[in-house]
């Protein structure tokens, strides 16, 4: 990978749950963190955390041109060793009641957005000499769940686009691969406790306990687990590693 003293990750969603873990992570291991959401005010509270390694990029990844132009600035301060496709979006709802603008808004974060970063940053990573992307999936990047299916149909086009990339880059030593959470305590995960209480009446423990019986250790997955796993996919031992899928679930999809 690059010289100790160039490393750079681009991390998307990067104020919140998942991101904000994998942005610390990486400036914890001396990266520098290009770190891309919408919300400026979070991002600061980010950059006063991660300290000098931390980039802000305030942009909606949704806002093709917008996230063109943030590609731009990347650039040109120099090409990234690592892009990881975090920000994602769900709506909720069944098939009947799921809008095609609720699909057309779930698959621009979560699959356009990725492609576009990928088509920008992955020739400049292998002219470059190589690089890593991690793209941030779902179990349901493999399985399927009630009531999501703009949100699972965007997974499972990650997950193709995923593999059809690391086909393509294979021999350009650019790895591409997916990480797969299942419930991590994040957001999302604080509004699907919501739902559960608002419709079944169980209390927000009741909810909280639910949710982790679905995996086979009858836990919750922690945004720092999954950071661990990016940084292993970024280090030298992952380097012939490509095409993968990792499941960090506690079991849920096995």
Same mark, same amino acid.
């Given at each position: ?16 749950? %998942?991101?904000?873990?994998?942005? !610390? ?35 909606? @990844? ?21 892009? @990881? ?16 603008? $609720?699909?057309?808004? @779930? ?9 576009? !970063? ?46 059809? !990339? ?11 691969? %997916? ?7 994040? $957001? ?52 012939? %590693? ?13």
């Amino acid at each position: 990978m690059a010289n100790e003293t160039t490393k750079t990750v681009v991390v998307t969603g990067a104020s919140r749950g %998942i991101g904000r873990a994998v942005s !610390l992570a990486f400036a914890r291991e001396g990266y520098d963190v290009w770190a891309l959401a919408r919300s400026a005010e979070s991002l600061e509270a980010l950059r006063k955390e991660g300290g000098e390694h931390i980039r802000a990029l305030t942009v909606d @990844v949704a806002d093709e041109s917008a996230l063109l132009a943030a590609c731009k600035t990347v650039l040109a301060a120099g090409t990234p060793r690592v892009l @990881v496709n975090n920000a994602g979006i769900t709506v909720s709802a069944p098939l009947t009641k799921t809008s095609t603008a $609720d699909l057309a808004k @779930v698959m621009a974060v979560n699959v356009t957005a990725p492609f576009l !970063l990928c088509r920008e940053l992955m020739p400049a990573m292998a002219s470059a000499g190589g690089g890593r992307v991690i793209n941030i999936g779902s179990i349901t990047a493999t399985r399927g769940a009630k009531y999501t299916s703009a949100y699972c149909a965007s997974k499972h086009a990650l997950l193709g686009l995923t593999r059809a !990339l690391s086909v393509e880059y294979a021999r350009k030593n650019v790895t591409v691969n %997916i990480v797969n959470p299942g419930w991590v305590e994040t $957001d999302m995960f604080a509004g699907a406790t919501a739902a559960i209480t608002k419709t079944t009446g169980r209390s927000e423990e009741q909810a909280r306990e639910a949710l982790a019986a679905m995996s086979a250790m009858g836990r919750i997955i922690q945004p720092e687990e999954v950071a661990a796993m990016c940084l292993f996919l970024a280090s030298d031992a992952a380097a012939p %590693i490509t095409g993968a899928a990792y499941a960090i679930d506690g079991g849920e999809a096995a």
